[in-house]
């Protein structure tokens, strides 16, 4: 379990987490942001993985969370695969989130059922603005702010989209909780095939 690497003193890991920070873009991650424009369920963030490309869960995660953190500040332009800019980002960015990790008990069953309805919520609610707020063209990059299911960075057609956990979920790992308002969550899911990791705003 994730828990187990980042409840270590740091110095343990964070070597390898430069590392892997570095050399993230060199992964095939599938990043899907919804951005819905409702109160308390305005974004979302899923990154999936195919787990051949890792030599352990840490890199797995890191390149994941790296993922997240890019596409949250916007840092699509600035990115650069030095050690610098990773000993900055991993100490300043890193040590801080996972600092504030709670690791509450979940079985892999209710989390794997929280993704799924998480998404299909989301995607309702981006059907229902579309709906009123019809798009002539569906060419629109993210960040932008128009609400809706952008994949890799452009945005889909919500009436194709589709999502699916599949089967043989091997562990499932709530890493942080905030349960002010409708409550937010960072989840880790493995699967026989997959990393996924899901990011709840506030």
Do not use: C
Not at 96 to 101: C, L, Q, T
């Amino acid at each position: 379990m994730l828990k187990e690497i980042l409840s270590q003193d740091p110095s343990l890991f964070i070597e390898d987490a430069k590392n892997y920070f570095m050399n993230f873009q060199t992964k095939l991650i599938t990043g899907t942001i919804f951005y819905s424009m409702y109160e308390y369920e305005n974004f979302m963030q899923i990154y999936r993985t195919n787990k051949n490309q890792y030599s352990n869960l840490l890199e797995a995660f890191v390149s994941l969370w790296a993922n997240s953190l890019i596409d949250v500040e916007e840092w699509h332009n600035y990115y650069e695969p030095s050690y610098e800019f990773a000993n900055d980002v991993i100490t300043n960015f890193f040590l801080r989130d996972i600092n504030e990790y709670t690791y509450r008990t979940g079985t892999t069953e209710s989390l794997s059922n929280y993704i799924n309805q998480s998404v299909q919520r989301r995607l309702d609610k981006v059907s229902i603005y579309r709906e009123n707020n019809p798009l002539i063209q569906y060419d629109q990059a993210y960040p932008n702010s128009i609400p809706g299911i952008y994949v890799n960075r452009l945005i889909v057609d919500e009436r194709n989209y589709t999502f699916s956990i599949g089967s043989g979920v091997l562990q499932a790992e709530e890493l942080w909780f905030y349960d002010n308002w409708a409550g937010y969550k960072q989840i880790l899911l493995e699967t026989e095939d997959e990393y996924m990791f899901l990011i709840e705003s506030i």
